[in-house]
């Protein structure tokens, strides 16, 4: 049980949550460049892009940003 607990308190997986207007990432490295159609992001194993129309990011934080908009597409380099 213990160790399910520290798994969780120092879970440092990289992960998306995606819905219909917003994209949540989490364990991020880095953020390579920032524009209204495009974002993209590093992470340990390569670059996350996101392109779309009218992207804001709404949260960021050490290694999380959620961001807002009409995303068209992500790909994963």
Same mark, same amino acid.
């Given at each position: 049980? &213990? ?12 992960? +998306? ?23 993209? &992001?590093?992470?340990? !194993? ?11 990011? !709404? ?7 959620? +961001?807002?908009?009409? +995303? &068209?597409? +992500?790909?994963? !380099?």
């Amino acid at each position: 049980m &213990l160790n399910k607990v520290m798994n969780y308190i120092k879970d440092d997986c990289f992960n +998306i949550t995606l819905t219909n207007d917003m994209i949540n990432v989490n364990n991020y490295l880095d953020i390579n460049y920032m524009e209204d159609d495009k974002i993209s &992001l590093r992470y340990k !194993k390569g670059t996350l892009l996101i392109n779309g129309k009218n992207l804001v990011v !709404k949260k960021l934080l050490d290694n999380e940003i959620l +961001i807002v908009g009409d +995303i &068209l597409e +992500i790909d994963f !380099k």
